[in-house]
């Protein structure tokens, strides 16, 4: 919403030097600047009449995409954010690396030791953010803290140590320095914008109502573009004018708020005309309807979209209309409930319904119409009746068409919130970055669903899209660095291991007890964890026999099979049974899904399979002893 003292800033004419300059845009019809005589029209008896809006004809939803339902979500995500632009952060951000180490003016920069990031490594910074918004703590420094294991995920903490998050998180750069960041601030973020609103055009065409609104992007540090909204959410912050689908959220266009007094308006189209006409680009002719608020709607607007082939619905104040006497006289005299209409030159109808207040909403493409609308009763006009209650209601088409459709900017922000990261920076293109990359990841769930949808597959929830995409975003880097990812693969690499250790000591075994036959038990040379050399056998006991018995004693953890008197696979884990004693009388001993399969023992996966090894070690050290 805005105030008089801003449309009268907004409404401020051209000098006349501008408006005589040339253009190729279509001329467009002007409305007097004096009172506009509105005339007042009865029922409509031609409701049925075609409208002069063209049809909508356009295949709405996923457009040049040959991806399906199985493909991984980093498929979907690449279309909206590709790999190249990925890239490019990876180098710019390099470069503005190097470029803080050699400043001599910033001496707190020279601790800074830069190892130039990889596109694995990139991505895997990337899966991290996602990360941080499913997991949120207080601060980030928790992450790392290891004074608890309760605020610690330790997949964090191995593929990045907090000092080397914090050099990327404070290096981000999204702009060649050499050439796009000397032209003016709002070239930071261009390249980011550019590429995720373009791409969000090409493989997705929306359907054929759209909403117009501002969003806002929290953020108190220092820049020229950032506005106090005492009336929104977010008071402080970015403000960003945003075209989506009203009924999914879908970001068609996206533009940030520029406070530059050299942006000029063209052709006597006002400031909020001028950000309407940038947002719609692309969209002419095409039967599309814009729904927006009063702090769009003027007269001459509405016009221009007419001549475009674009339908526009919106409120608008009462001071926009250009009101003569006459018809001021009859709004005033509206009662409670009833509905009037007025025209001006058969291009815009003007519906005033009055509910509580008096409802202005004006539209270039609806007729006149009434709908009869089931809603709730309010408060003050309930009865003592319980159970909720509920009334009919007469009110203009274009009414419930505006707040049907109304919402998309409002469903976006809704979505977005849910995983926000709450990660402070002083950098107003990170803030802008990070939400950005949240769109560029609502816009491809969204082409997903799509294709769920018409392929008759139920598609992934939100959460479960963000956490295949963060596994997807951080395999490159896990494989790298030889990180299991989940508790199955633990196990099977574990157990792996286990086999080749097996393996390894059952070999030195054989040579062992193959030299103590020959005699030359003294050039030995083979290690292991029981080292059968030392093995002084007195008596009928065969060597063989009792390497035998002690590959017999070797551990494997496994899962534990189903049974059929059990409904569970679940068993108390037999290590922390026996600890008990040191534990408190209220702590209920732990539930295990794995086992030793060689001794059916059930132990916990971290902590007690180690410490099940070493007792089972320990026998086998009593038996050696015993046979010594």
């Given amino acids: 919403m805005c105030t008089e003292s801003e449309d009268s800033s907004f409404d401020a004419e051209l000098s006349p030097e501008e408006s005589s300059e040339e253009s190729d845009e279509p001329e467009f019809q002007k409305f007097p600047k004096e009172k506009i005589d509105w005339i007042r029209t009865l029922k409509d008896p031609n409701t049925r009449s075609k409208s002069w809006l063209p049809d909508f004809q356009a295949s709405a939803g996923p457009q040049h995409c040959t991806l399906t339902p199985t493909s991984d979500p980093i498929d979907f995500f690449f279309l909206i954010v590709p790999e190249d632009l990925i890239e490019g952060i990876c180098r710019w951000t390099n470069a503005q690396a190097k470029v803080r180490i050699k400043n001599p003016l910033r001496i707190k920069q020279k601790r800074l030791k830069w190892g130039d990031m990889t596109i694995s490594e990139m991505k895997a910074f990337l899966g991290i953010i996602f990360t941080m918004t499913i997991v949120r703590l207080p601060n980030s420094e928790m992450f790392w803290n290891q004074n608890s294991r309760l605020f610690n995920p330790p997949g964090i903490r191995d593929l990045f140590s907090e000092q080397r998050f914090s050099d990327i ?219 909720e209650q509920k009334e009919k209601v007469m009110m203009p088409k274009c009414v419930f068409e505006y707040t049907h459709n109304m919402g998309g900017v409002d469903t976006l922000d809704q979505l977005l919130a849910y995983y926000e990261l709450n990660k402070r920076s002083r950098k107003w293109t990170v803030k802008v970055f990070l939400h950005l990359l949240e769109i560029g990841f609502f816009n491809s769930y969204i082409i997903y669903s799509k294709i769920c949808q018409t392929s008759n597959v139920n598609p992934l929830s939100r959460l479960d899209f963000r956490k295949n995409l963060i596994r997807n975003l951080l395999s490159e880097k896990r494989n790298e660095l030889n990180i299991p990812t989940t508790a199955k693969k633990v196990v099977k690499r574990r157990s792996e291991k286990h086999e080749e250790e097996k393996e390894s000591r059952n070999n030195a075994a054989r040579k062992e007890s193959s030299q103590d036959f020959k005699g030359s038990s003294q050039n030995s040379e083979a290690k292991s964890k029981i080292d059968i050399s030392e093995l002084r056998i007195e008596g009928q006991i065969d060597v063989s026999e009792l390497i035998t018995e002690i590959c017999k004693d070797d551990c494997q953890l496994e899962k534990i099979p189903k049974q059929e008197y059990k409904k569970t696979k679940l068993l108390r884990c037999e290590v922390c049974k026996t600890s008990s004693k040191e534990r408190n009388k209220s702590d209920s001993i732990p539930q295990t899904s794995y086992w030793c399969s060689t001794h059916g023992v059930p132990v916990c996966i971290v902590g007690c399979y180690d410490s099940h090894r070493k007792s089972i070690m320990k026998i086998i050290t009593a038996k050696r002893i015993k046979f010594d």
């Avoid at 969003?215 to 506005?227: E, L, N, Q, T």
């Avoid at 002719?285 to 001459?300: A, I, N, P």
Wanted: proline letters at 2%; hydrophobic letters at 35%; charged letters at 30%.
């Fill in 169 to 387: 998180f404070t290096s981000l750069c999204f702009c060649d320095l050499e050439t796009d960041a000397k032209k003016n601030r709002h070239t930071k973020i261009e390249a980011i914008s550019h590429a995720i609103i373009s791409n969000s055009q090409i493989f997705y065409t929306p359907n054929k109502n759209l909403s117009l609104d501002e969003s806002m992007i929290a953020f108190k540090g220092r820049c020229a573009d950032k506005v106090f909204m005492p009336q929104k959410p977010i008071r402080h912050g970015m403000k960003a004018y945003v075209l989506c689908e009203s009924d999914t959220g879908y970001v068609v266009n996206w533009a940030l708020h520029i406070k530059d007094k050299k942006d000029k308006a063209q052709a006597d189209n006002k400031r909020t005309q001028q950000i309407v006409m940038k947002l719609i680009e692309g969209l002419e002719g095409e039967g599309y309807c814009v729904f927006m608020d009063r702090y769009y709607s003027t007269l001459q607007l509405f016009l221009d979209l007419k001549t475009l082939g674009i339908g526009a619905c919106a409120t608008i104040q009462q001071n926009r209309l250009h009101l003569d006497d006459k018809s001021a006289k009859l709004i005033q005299d509206i009662k409670s409930g009833e509905i009037r209409y007025f025209q001006y030159s058969n291009d815009l109808r003007l519906a005033v319904w009055k509910d509580t207040k008096l409802v202005f909403v004006l539209s270039n493409f609806h007729k006149q119409e009434d709908i009869e609308v089931e809603r709730r009763v309010r408060k003050k006009e309930r009865s003592d009746e319980p159970g």
